[in-house]
């Protein structure tokens, strides 16, 4: 057996036994329920639309383009059918699709070794996959049934699939394959967010640097990715909602990279240290920056460069800044610290230096998980009030009824009804416009917590158009009010009448944590 063999073996069996490790951990400490954050309502809208054969588009939402970052009219189809089998067996199964959610983040961590393999030897690989994938900050991902770990996946699917480019030459039927394969995944990271583009002219661009042209392999690849977009656009989803978001001002960029940064220090969180999160941000940082550096000096612009440059140029003009668009950044961020960090001249240094900043890491996600594993989970949507409230909904309204929400998009998944959100500027006049253009019915007022920031026009809204609104059902975190006609009559009701108000309570079950299903 040759050398390399022997080399490669045991490191594959490390590889190996880290991620099964990881996917144990992750799954087994699964938690119930699920945060107001409503993106995840709209993805499982969509699957549950797949798994039933209706219209893609109809989850009831009706999205206010006075109100864009809430959230665009669909979302990209690809997560919705990595769901939608869940759901055509399970239903609502909250705990089944977070599994789904862990395996496509166990897999990306096997594709963000294979990229890195080049970059760094067998043991730094290693490091970045350690402070990756025991990161606190990726562990509360599992819990959510988003778009981030999937998008994770298929990003470094890609790039490892790029780094493998064959290079000029004729087509023949294997590198037509493999071009196609390429084409496939790169449409696969776009079709679950629309980020996932940038993909297309990093494997140009890295074309260009490499052979100074660009190749018929990239050239078949990026008719494949347009062809499979073009069905997306026609068949479900087309990415209009999406230039609103968008703001090429200078001083909305500086501020978006402030808060990325703010947002990037939640990898090195640290519940006993409060600086500490601060100090590897710097660190880390400053080592990324100089390991970054190094390989653009030596020549060695890879896609890897080419993709995070792109990407970074990307999501700075966004007018909502989320610190979820940073997870495909932050392994080439860990990565090319570890490059300076392998690079240093003294063999005493470079075991210093990275014994130092693993032991810092550890030090803060034991600290955090300490705290963690104390906590059952966020309740959100599924707490008691909640649910009363999706009942309240279901009894006093109609189905065709439209209801405002701050959440609109778990309204329409938990009610089956049409809901949309209020514009938070603009003059009353505008406001009243839309409610009466979108037919809205009906309004509801959340809790004051930082779930609902976004509520305060509502109600000064109550408060200075009593007439408008009237209260026909509360619970102690949630208002219903049906909103009145102009000039409409108001029977007012006193605190004394809810309990007469036809709100039928369904028994709350307990849920497991490993299953979480909601009817």
Same mark, same amino acid.
């Given at each position: 057996?040759?050398?390399?063999?022997?080399?490669?073996?045991?490191?594959?069996?490390?590889?190996?036994a880290?991620?099964?490790?990881?996917?144990?951990?992750?799954?087994?400490?699964?938690?119930?329920?699920?945060?107001?954050?409503?993106?995840?309502?709209?993805?499982?809208h969509?699957?549950?639309?797949?798994?039933?054969?209706?219209?893609?588009?109809?989850?009831?939402y009706?999205?206010n383009?006075?109100?864009?970052?809430?959230?665009?009219?669909t979302?990209?189809?690809?997560?919705?059918?990595l769901?939608?089998?869940?759901?055509?067996?399970?239903?609502?199964?909250?705990?089944?699709?977070?599994?789904?959610?862990?395996?496509?983040?166990?897999?990306?961590?096997?594709?963000?070794?294979?990229?890195?393999?080049?970059?760094?030897?067998?043991?730094?690989?290693?490091?970045?996959?350690?402070?990756?994938?025991?990161?606190?900050?990726?562990?509360?991902?599992?819990?959510?049934?988003?778009?981030?770990?999937p998008f994770?996946?298929?990003?470094?699917?890609?790039?490892?699939?790029?780094?493998?480019?064959?290079?000029?030459?004729?087509?023949?039927?294997?590198?037509?394959?493999?071009?196609?394969?390429?084409?496939?995944?790169?449409?696969?990271?776009?079709?679950?967010?629309?980020?996932?583009v940038?993909?297309?002219?990093?494997?140009? %661009?890295?074309?260009?640097?490499? $052979? =100074? &042209?660009?190749? *018929?392999?990239? /050239?078949?690849?990026?008719?494949? !990715?347009? +062809?499979?977009?073009?069905?997306?656009?026609?068949?479900?989803?087309?990415?209009?909602?999406?230039?609103?978001?968008?703001?090429?001002?200078?001083?909305?960029?500086?501020?978006?990279?402030?808060?990325?940064a703010?947002?990037?220090?939640?990898?090195?969180?640290?519940?006993?240290?409060?600086?500490?999160?601060?100090?590897?941000?710097?660190?880390?940082?400053? %080592?990324?920056?100089?390991?970054? $550096? =190094? &390989?653009?000096? *030596?020549?060695? /612009?890879?896609?890897?460069?080419? !993709?995070? +440059?792109?990407?970074?140029?990307?999501?700075?003009?966004?007018?909502?800044?989320?610190?979820?668009?940073?997870?495909?950044?932050?392994?080439?961020?860990?990565?090319?610290?570890?490059?300076?960090?392998?690079?240093?001249?003294s063999?005493?240094?470079?075991?210093?230096?990275?014994?130092?900043?693993?032991?810092?890491?550890?030090?803060?996600?034991?600290?955090?998980?300490?705290?963690?594993?104390?906590? =059952?989970?966020?309740?959100?949507?599924?707490?008691?009030?909640?649910?009363?409230?999706?009942?309240?909904?279901?009894?006093?309204?109609?189905?065709?009824?439209?209801?405002?929400?701050?959440?609109?998009?778990?309204?329409?998944?938990?009610t089956?009804?049409?809901?949309?959100?209020?514009?938070?500027?603009?003059?009353?006049?505008?406001?009243w416009?839309?409610?009466?253009?979108?037919?809205?019915?009906?309004?509801?007022?959340?809790?004051?917590?930082?779930?609902?920031?976004?509520?305060?026009?509502?109600?000064?809204?109550?408060?200075?158009?009593?007439?408008?609104?009237?209260?026909i059902?509360?619970?102690?975190?949630?208002s219903?009010?049906?909103?009145?006609?102009?000039?409409?009559?108001?029977?007012?009701l006193?605190p004394?009448?809810?309990?007469?108000?036809?709100?039928?309570?369904?028994?709350?079950?307990?849920?497991?944590?490993?299953?979480?299903?909601?009817?």
């Open positions: 057996m040759s050398r390399p063999t022997e080399r490669r073996a045991p490191t594959h069996f490390w590889l190996l880290f991620l099964l490790l990881t996917a144990s951990f992750y799954l087994l400490t699964l938690r119930p329920g699920h945060d107001w954050g409503d993106d995840f309502a709209q993805y499982i969509h699957a549950k639309n797949i798994a039933l054969g209706l219209d893609y588009t109809q989850t009831g009706i999205w383009p006075r109100f864009p970052e809430l959230g665009p009219p979302y990209p189809p690809v997560f919705p059918l769901l939608a089998p869940i759901y055509a067996a399970r239903g609502l199964d909250l705990g089944a699709m977070k599994v789904i959610v862990t395996l496509c983040f166990v897999a990306a961590l096997y594709f963000i070794a294979l990229t890195f393999r080049p970059v760094l030897r067998p043991r730094y690989v290693l490091v970045l996959l350690i402070l990756i994938g025991l990161n606190p900050y990726f562990w509360r991902l599992k819990d959510s049934v988003l778009s981030d770990l994770l996946l298929f990003i470094y699917l890609s790039l490892c699939l790029i780094a493998r480019h064959p290079g000029p030459g004729r087509l023949r039927a294997r590198t037509i394959l493999f071009a196609t394969v390429l084409g496939a995944s790169c449409y696969l990271a776009y079709g679950t967010r629309a980020l996932g940038i993909l297309i002219p990093s494997l140009l %661009l890295t074309d260009w640097l490499r $052979w =100074r &042209r660009i190749t *018929s392999i990239s /050239v078949v690849a990026v008719a494949t !990715f347009v +062809v499979m977009a073009a069905v997306q656009s026609t068949v479900t989803h087309w990415d209009t909602g999406y230039a609103s978001v968008f703001r090429l001002e200078p001083h909305r960029i500086a501020t978006n990279f402030a808060e990325y703010s947002y990037l220090s939640g990898l090195w969180s640290n519940a006993w240290w409060r600086p500490g999160d601060w100090v590897l941000l710097v660190l880390f940082g400053m %080592l990324g920056a100089v390991g970054f $550096w =190094r &390989r653009v000096r *030596s020549g060695r /612009v890879t896609e890897l460069e080419v !993709f995070a +440059v792109l990407y970074a140029l990307a999501i700075l003009p966004w007018f909502e800044v989320q610190g979820r668009y940073l997870v495909p950044l932050m392994p080439l961020y860990i990565g090319y610290a570890l490059v300076t960090v392998q690079g240093a001249a063999h005493r240094w470079r075991g210093t230096l990275l014994l130092g900043l693993v032991a810092l890491a550890a030090l803060g996600f034991f600290s955090e998980y300490l705290v963690l594993m104390k906590d =059952r989970g966020p309740e959100g949507v599924g707490s008691a009030n909640a649910r009363l409230l999706w009942r309240a909904v279901e009894r006093n309204t109609d189905s065709s009824a439209v209801v405002v929400f701050q959440k609109p998009r778990a309204l329409a998944l938990f089956d009804r049409h809901t949309t959100g209020m514009q938070r500027s603009g003059d009353d006049r505008d406001l416009d839309y409610l009466s253009r979108v037919g809205a019915s009906f309004a509801i007022l959340g809790p004051s917590d930082s779930n609902f920031v976004y509520q305060a026009r509502l109600r000064r809204l109550i408060a200075e158009y009593p007439g408008r609104f009237q209260l059902y509360r619970n102690p975190d949630f219903l009010y049906r909103i009145r006609a102009r000039g409409e009559r108001v029977n007012s006193s004394s009448d809810f309990h007469r108000i036809p709100v039928k309570v369904h028994a709350i079950r307990v849920e497991r944590p490993r299953s979480v299903s909601y009817p």
